[in-house]
């Protein structure tokens, strides 16, 4: 999990070099999962699906 934590920050660092993550322990990957993410997203480098399966569950119901 350390690995993985420091290769995201690598990438956020990448295109925001001043980012400080706000969380520490478990909710750190969390976060920086989400926020790495969001900036593809942005920049169309992956299709907007955050959001599907609470949609999907919304529908059902």
């Given amino acids: ?3 993985e934590v420091e290769v995201l920050l ?3 660092r990448k295109y925001d070099p001043e ?3 706000k969380s520490k322990g ?3 990957l969390t ?3 989400s926020r790495h993410l969001d900036h593809e997203i942005k ?3 992956r299709p907007k699906y955050k ?3 609470a949609n999907s ?3 059902r119901w």
């Fill in 19 to 21: 980012f400080s993550p």
């Fill in 10 to 12: 690598a990438e956020i």
């Fill in 51 to 53: 959001h599907r399966f």
């Fill in 26 to 28: 478990k909710y750190l």
């Fill in 1 to 3: 999990m350390i690995d």
């Fill in 31 to 33: 976060e920086l999962q």
């Fill in 57 to 59: 569950i919304v529908n």
């Fill in 43 to 45: 920049y169309k480098k």
